[in-house]
């Protein structure tokens, strides 16, 4: 459509056909919207007959001249709003304009064609429907074209257009590839083909790399062939097949060997490629190496295995530690009920094994009589043992912590427990030599060592052999059977007989429990060794397996002082005398004491509590000792002592309990365990002696808050 009047003629216009064709020509070979921008501003002006032509490409809402060829400046890289210029009228309306004179025409911008040489001027739209583009033609004189140059103009155009739509459609192409070979590189993807016809692998440089190859080396379908590790070449073939013969989707992992002798995992993709009648011809896809990824995942599987262990053993651990404090509060609950009953019968003993100790020594009745006088002492013995054993379980016997000779007490025990064991065990001694002193009760040691060895006697009916060791060890750290850290002297007892299961093993320092059968035995042997030990501040350990024997180990904390050495026997009935205050709150108890002091020489004075005794040790003028209960109603006996101290600080007394962990009862203070015969009365009172008389007491006393 034109657009104004066309009255010139092309006679100014020599070969003006020649140069449309020349035009076309070029515009046939332009590749890009460059080279066609280029072909239009060498041949528009010449094929038209202009004094300067002028490219314009549509950018948005603005209109680009990016090239002219004229006899004067015109706006080449300039842009201008696609509604204020004649470019974009032209491309809106889709219509060749053609204006005969600028400065009539409302259309033209006269500020941007002022400077210019322009008059008159024709512009066509390039692009159909939509144009993209305008060719424009200028002249330095008004007046009107005419038909024939407004058609060469347009046939200009149009085949610009088709040059135009070429040019986007290489540019999209190129451009898709380009982003295609960026999403791949990207990706560390590698591009290949393979032809089933010829049997021909095209792979991209990415995909030789990625296979562990020279990228500008050939790699061949036997190449990767022999890439594919041994143990996955079957699987990879088999998918292979399966793709190409059923049309499916190939997909698979697998490792290669590059030719430095490295190991990676290659991840494939791809589809099979067809014909139109949809026959198979091959396969294109893409290759990845994701040997990290298989690396994490190794690391991240042993990682989780790792913790799945550690979660294991902590769990393990914590079950055990829940485990042993159940124990530990059962055996602590058992203890304290052990304890309480434990005491109580030394309460009731005392009287019982005084009174037979009395009728004994008295030769009281016949020879009949005398035997069951026997008897019963030695049952109430028995029952008396029973009891220690039961305080040792619960931790509430009265201990004499000293140092001891470990060494020389189990030498000294050797003939004793051999004989316990019989002639079918053999008996060794593995002894340390220059070992330190233990902080112990030898006697409840002896006592513990030779309950040890009945124990292993039972387990070895047919013989065996039984080794007794003693030794020092350090511990660095705490461990979780409570052992502290420090120096232990470590006595250990070990048989090569039947042996403990773990249940057997885990209840084996319960007390009464046993394996021996009814009537063989009292279930407290291993209880009171391990009440023992932790008493003094050291721990029991048992070791045994069914069929490969037990050992049992006593860890004694060291002592800082030297052995102590017996200082000979004890003192005979009639050593003593002089006046004895005796204060005990049971008036059976207090009866069966009061008669063992007379019989040692002593005058005695009875007090049923510490009130009382402080009332008869007043008015009595004179006392020697003081022989008290610990356990009474009102005041105690160390507080008894206390009081004595203030009175007569020079006044020895004597405290008897059947509690080492009793409330005040400090472990210096002289004591006397209950039940105890008048023998241990004597040897207790012996050892506050330092003189014929008697040696003071010290006792740090306060002063009482009414």
Known sequence: MVDGPSSSSDRDIPSAQSFLIEASERLAAA?????????????????????????????GELCHYVAEDAIGPLWAGSRFPADTCVSGWAMHHSQTVVIPDIALDDRVPQDAYRPTFVRSLMMAPIGRPAPVAALGAYWSHTGGHDQAT??????????????????????????????????????????????????????SALCRRNFGRDPDQPFSYADLQAAIHPDDRDRVNVAIRESLNNGGNYDIEYRVLTPDGEIRWIAVQAQPA??????????????????????????????????????????????????????????????????????????????????????????????????????????????????????AFARR??????????????????????????????????????LPSALADAHQVEMALLNLAVNARDAMPVGGEFLMSAHLTEQKKKQADGVKPGRYVVVKVADTGTGMDAETRRRAIEPFFSTKGVGRGTGLGLSMAHGLALQLGGALKIESEPGHGTSVALWLPVSEQSAVVSSGTAPAAGDFSGVALLVDDEDIVRASTADMLADLGFKVLEARSGTEAIDQLRLAGHVDIIVTDHIMPNMTGVELAQEVALINPTLPVLIVSGYSDAVGLAAGLPRLGKP?????????????????????????????ED
């Not at 088709?162 to 070979?181: F, K, T």
């Not at 000293?402 to 030498?411: G, H, M, Q, R």
């Open 150 to 203: 407004v058609d060469r103009l347009e046939g200009l155009a149009r085949l610009s257009a088709i040059a135009v739509e070429n040019a986007r459609l290489i540019h999209e192409m190129e451009e898709s590839g380009r982003q295609r070979s960026l999403i791949l590189t990207a990706g560390r993807m590698g591009a290949w083909t393979y032809d089933m016809a010829t049997g021909e692998l095209d792979a």
């Open 274 to 391: 067809r014909l139109a009648d949809g026959a198979t011809t091959g396969l294109a896809g893409i290759s990845i190496d994701v040997t990290e990824r298989k690396r994490m995942e190794d690391a991240l599987r042993t990682s989780a295995a790792t913790l799945e262990h550690l979660v294991e053993e902590r769990t393990r651990e914590l079950v055990q530690t829940q485990d042993a404090l159940r124990q530990s509060q059962k055996l602590e609950a058992m203890g304290q009920l052990t304890g309480g009953v434990a005491h109580d019968f030394n309460n009731l003993l005392t009287p019982i094994i005084g009174s037979l100790d009395l009728l004994h020594r008295r030769q009281v009745g016949g020879e009949r009589e005398q035997r069951l006088i026997s008897g019963a002492l030695d049952s109430a013995d028995r029952a008396r043992t029973l009891v220690q054993r039961l305080l």
């Open 31 to 59: 590749r890009s919207m460059a080279e066609v921008v280029e072909v239009l501003r060498q041949t528009a002006r010449s094929a038209i007959g202009a004094e300067g032509i002028a490219v314009v490409l549509k950018d």
């Open 676 to 704: 105890f015969r008048q023998a241990d009365l004597a040897a207790a009172l012996a050892s506050l002696r330092t003189n014929p008389l008697f040696a003071p007491i010290s006792i740090a006393a306060e002063p009482r």
């Open 397 to 434: 016997q009265p201990l004499k912590p000293e140092p001891v000779d470990l060494a020389a007490l189990v030498l000294g025990m050797a003939e004793l427990i051999g004989t316990t064991l019989g002639p079918q065990v053999q008996v060794r001694l593995d002894l340390a030599a220059d």
